[in-house]
């Protein structure tokens, strides 16, 4: 049997120990005390990403932002969480995702590592610490990674921060691109219309993905253009392409969490497909513990000491 030894004086006697096992102890005893042994998990990394590209496995990536679904997430055994900065929008209430910030960026980040043993977590570097060059872009990437634990940063855009991902690379940080509705750019679209329709835009954005991949990053996500579009950039490039709202011919799959589950029911595009209605069940829950309380139900005898 697997042993972990506590010696049951000075500070480690301050160690809680089972009552059974306390009664018969004195303070200079020295006791093997069985340890449940942690299963072997093998962890979601860049390779394995790539690797499930080659095979044909599609991936699965959904957000998170906290500890408490990190590790729901990651124990249904989710591929890849992503620490998106849709928090400003589900976890702040924002009506963009322009005002998080790094600092509230990392604190998501450290409450998800906190809870994962198996998937890769990608963290979003927030609006306004990359644009404005790629030494900030390095400097932001290099906190994230430091402060969080996180594995990786994902970047909106394509050409135009090729500079900062090609720098942010050369400290060994893997980047995930972005193409396609880039939210962190709404106010110079005006929209959350679909991307790319136009034929210019299209060659634009397939130009932009080569652009990435040959920039050194790992995946690519695209978010609402047409699925024709999407599965022609999944096959002229190597790595794994991840689509939300840009159909089924790509990669891999990745939708916020909130959304997934239904705790927002405001949000209702084509592309989301609710596995439940969180909203509905938890405003019952919650009526039902309120009118427990107003009558006198809860707590009864066997819920009190
Ligand atoms: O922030 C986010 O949740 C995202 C996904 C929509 C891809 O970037």
Request: glycine residues 8%; charged residues 25%.
């Amino acid at each position: 049997m697997e042993g972990r030894i506590l010696h049951l004086n000075g500070y480690n006697s301050k160690k809680r120990i089972p009552k059974t096992i306390c009664s018969f102890v004195n303070h200079s005893t020295i006791i093997k005390m069985p340890v449940q042994k942690k299963k072997e998990v093998k962890k979601v990394t860049t390779n394995v990403l790539h690797e499930m590209k080659v095979s044909g496995e599609k991936i699965s990536m959904l957000t998170a932002y906290d500890y408490t679904m990190a590790k729901i997430v990651d124990h249904a055994g989710i591929d890849v969480i992503l620490v998106g900065d849709s928090a400003s929008n589900v976890m702040a209430g924002h009506e963009t995702t322009l005002p998080i910030t790094l600092d509230q960026m990392i604190y998501h980040a450290s409450s998800v590592v906190r809870a994962v043993d198996r998937a890769l977590i990608v963290v979003d570097l927030p609006f306004g610490s990359y644009q404005g060059n790629s030494k900030e872009a390095l400097n932001s990437a290099i906190k994230i990674m430091k402060e969080s634990g996180a594995h990786a940063v994902k970047l909106e855009g394509g050409r135009e921060i090729k500079e900062s991902i090609e720098r942010i690379l050369t400290a060994g940080i893997p980047v995930m691109g972005h193409l396609g509705l880039t939210p962190q750019s709404i106010y110079k679209f005006g929209t959350y219309n679909v991307r790319a329709k136009e034929e210019d835009e299209a060659l634009r954005l397939l130009e932009d993905a080569k652009i990435l991949e040959k920039a050194g990053c790992f995946a690519l996500v695209l978010e609402k253009i047409p699925a024709k579009l999407a599965e022609k950039v999944a096959k002229e490039i190597a790595i794994p392409v991840i689509g939300i709202g840009a159909g089924g011919g790509v990669d891999g799959q990745v939708l916020v969490f909130h959304d997934m589950v239904g705790l927002n029911n405001e949000f209702n595009p084509r592309f989301l497909r609710r596995y439940l209605n969180l909203f509905e069940e938890i405003t019952g829950a919650v009526g039902n513990y309120i009118k427990d309380v107003k009558s006198k139900d809860f707590p009864n005898a066997n819920e009190q000491y």
